[in-house]
């Protein structure tokens, strides 16, 4: 069982820079692939960022790729999103997520974050 809860959100300006927080509950987080989703007012849940248990391998949907960078430490029981050259596209709720297997769809991760709003004023 992992318990994940997620922060860090806010309002910044379009060029700016957030930093979300991810911290975990449960023995078993270096075990889990870990990813950040995010979901914007009428839309769906999309795929933002997943990084493998061992921290060694990451992938990113193409429309922040180069903007945000993933990271875990599994000895702190946590992982975080640094997101740079925020647009505001960007603006959504954004949820951290842990699963066993992982990949880019939300029943690839079994257990989730209560979700941190980043809002992009242009």
């Known amino acids: 069982q992992v318990q994940l809860v997620d922060a860090g959100g806010g309002l910044v300006q379009a060029g700016g820079s957030l930093r979300l927080s991810c911290a975990a509950s449960?023995?078993?987080?270096?075990?889990?692939?870990m990813a950040w989703f995010r979901q914007a007012p009428g839309k769906e849940r999309e795929f933002v960022a997943s990084i493998n248990w061992r921290g060694t391998d990451s992938d990113y949907a193409d429309s922040v790729k180069g903007r945000f960078t993933i990271s875990r430490d599994s000895a702190k029981n946590t992982m975080a999103l640094q997101m740079n050259s925020l647009k505001p596209e960007d603006t959504a709720i954004y949820y951290c997520?842990?699963?066993?297997?992982?990949?880019?769809?939300?029943?690839?991760?079994?257990?989730w974050g209560q979700g941190t709003q980043v809002t992009v004023s242009s």
């Open positions: 997520a842990a699963g066993q297997k992982g990949g880019y769809r939300e029943y690839d991760y079994a257990y």
């Open positions: 449960g023995r078993t987080f270096s075990m889990y692939f």
